[in-house]
């Protein structure tokens, strides 16, 4: 195990030590662009274009990873020999400010599924919000993330009893808490899967939790196993559910006693009104760019929603994060914790469980060599003095406008 207070330089120095005495190189490449080809060539076309594409034109899922209008500062000679890279999230220490994002259908990246990125992330101690539409059940999810913190992500279904289920066994599993996605009550225009005509539950992918749930299971003539067709059939009739309002959130807190994470705000108003009706966190998220093509981008959304929340609740944030400055800034802003998706998933399609342990390494140590590069010891010194927007260098005069 890497040394928590020396993270970076320790993966690092593992890293040119393999190449220099052993003549290896990373099985799981390093930088973004080659791990995404080296996915995209692992998986298939379908899970390429489940995967990889955005809503529509796919211009906020294109501009989500544009994080350069924010400029890091660097302090100098601020003693960042030790660095806690920990943080606090509804009143459990995180190893890091780090979570896995929730992402269905990993049967369509590797076998391994979601098994493999929960023993991935379990082995580094980072927490993993798992998506109701799993290939894996939540229960066995759980069983692999052991102690690890882990929270389950909630799409509302249409059937109360179903709805009521999930809630009930994600409290039963051992989840820490429950995220509410609210902002996918109908699917966004993908083109990359319509050109294809291609809808991975049709084929069974990514309804494990469905078909292993009780109430689901008691609502079919036959089960799953012996009628997949007609199971595939109900549970298309009964996922999401567009009529909800505001004031159906009381169901979530009458079910369970967990925390709930609101995820997938992009207004201030909205995080006003998550707080207003109960919610203990706010997750600012465009779905990675999956719902509303030409929306407003999580990170451009990210300081007035912090500004609204002030410190009432925290934070979490997600969509467009490829390399460890980009959550390093988002923590500038207001966040408590980033959200990482499609690098885990490219490690996963790489390499299982190996390939997301991979990815995380790397990723924890390139943000440990930013926070102290930076000049920071510890993840709460990291604030918003610690980035200019290039407006601000313009009105300075230490950079020209473009």
Do not use: C
């Not at 076998?111 to 991935?120: C, F, K, P, R």
């Not at 207004?267 to 006003?272: F, H, Q, V, W």
């Amino acid at each position: 195990m890497l040394d928590a207070n020396r993270f970076g330089a320790e993966r690092v120095n593992e890293i040119y030590r393999e190449g220099m005495l052993e003549d290896t190189t990373p099985d799981v490449p390093v930088s973004y662009e080659d791990l995404r080809k080296a996915a995209h060539d692992a998986m298939s076309e379908e899970g390429r274009a489940y995967v990889h594409g955005g809503a529509g034109s796919e211009e906020t899922f294109e501009r989500n990873k544009d994080f350069s209008e924010w400029r890091i500062v660097p302090r100098m000679l601020r003693g960042v020999e030790k660095r806690d890279l920990s943080t606090e999230f509804l009143g459990q220490t995180h190893s890091y400010p780090l979570m896995l994002t929730p992402l269905g259908v990993q049967s369509l990246l590797h076998d391994e599924a979601e098994l493999g990125t929960a023993t991935g992330a379990a082995d580094l101690d980072v927490p993993l919000v798992l998506s109701s539409l799993s290939s894996s059940t939540l229960e066995d999810v759980s069983e692999k993330m052991g102690d690890t913190p882990k929270m389950f992500q909630f799409y509302w279904s249409s059937d109360r009893a179903i709805a009521k289920s999930f809630l009930e066994r994600a409290e039963r599993a051992g989840y820490d808490a429950i995220v509410v996605t609210v902002d996918a009550p109908i699917l966004g225009w993908r083109e990359r899967l319509i050109k294809r005509g291609y809808y991975p539950f049709l084929e069974g992918e990514g309804v494990a939790n469905y078909f292993s749930d009780p109430e689901f299971r008691s609502q079919l003539d036959e089960p799953p196993e012996a009628d997949p067709k007609a199971a595939v059939e109900h549970f298309l009739d009964i996922f999401g559910d567009s009529s909800l309002t505001w004031e159906d959130l009381q169901f979530v807190y009458d079910t369970t006693d967990l925390p709930v994470v609101i995820k997938g705000i992009l207004s201030p108003r909205d995080a006003r009104l998550a707080i207003q009706h109960g919610a203990d966190a706010i997750g600012v998220s465009t779905h990675g760019g999956r719902q509303v093509d030409g929306s407003i981008t999580a990170f451009e959304a990210l300081p007035a929603i912090a500004e609204a929340v002030d410190g009432e609740v925290p934070i979490t944030f997600d969509s467009g994060v490829r390399h460890a400055s980009d959550a390093y800034k988002a923590l500038a802003l207001g966040a408590d914790s980033v959200l990482l998706g499609r690098p885990y998933a490219y490690g996963l399609a790489v390499n299982g469980a190996d390939g997301v342990r991979a990815v995380l390494k790397n990723f924890i140590a390139e943000f440990d060599l930013t926070m102290g590069l930076a000049g920071n010891r510890s993840v709460e010194e990291i604030g918003r003095d610690a980035l200019k927007h290039e407006n601000e260098l313009y009105e300075t005069g230490q950079q020209r406008p473009r």
